[in-house]
């Protein structure tokens, strides 16, 4: 059983910072992608950043230059700084990772955690 657990989130003032974690953990074989979305109140859930194994990263244009995906691979953990907040940057935010398990992979999520910045 794989499981992965967000941390991190909160409440802010516009302006403010805030730094996610998501750890991973269980029977994983190796860690793929690792990526963060998020969904605002009455909106579809959408892809924030990703980074893979290797360590590429790409992001949301809406995000673009304020988040910064990274990765621990010793700890199975990937996190998301997150500077500059805006008011619509408001939601809860899933991580979610393609994990070999058992040489095959697989998609998990975490349960989320929630982000509110006020203005």
């Known amino acids: 059983q794989v499981q992965l657990v967000e941390s991190g989130g909160g409440l802010v003032q516009a302006g403010g910072s805030l730094r996610l974690s998501c750890a991973a953990s269980g029977s994983i074989g190796s860690m793929l992608a690792m990526n963060w979305h998020r969904q605002a109140p009455g909106k579809q859930r959408e892809l924030v950043a990703f980074?893979?194994?290797?360590?590429?990263?790409n992001y949301a244009d809406s995000v673009k230059g304020r988040f910064t995906i990274s990765r621990d691979n010793a700890k199975n953990t990937v996190f998301l700084q997150m500077n500059t907040l805006k008011p619509e940057d408001t939601g809860g935010y899933y991580c979610?990772?393609?994990?070999?398990?058992?040489?095959?992979?697989?998609?998990?999520w975490g349960q989320g955690t929630q982000v509110t910045v006020s203005s």
């Open positions: 979610n990772a393609q994990i070999k398990v058992g040489g095959i992979p697989r998609d998990y």
């Open positions: 980074i893979t194994s290797s360590g590429r990263t």
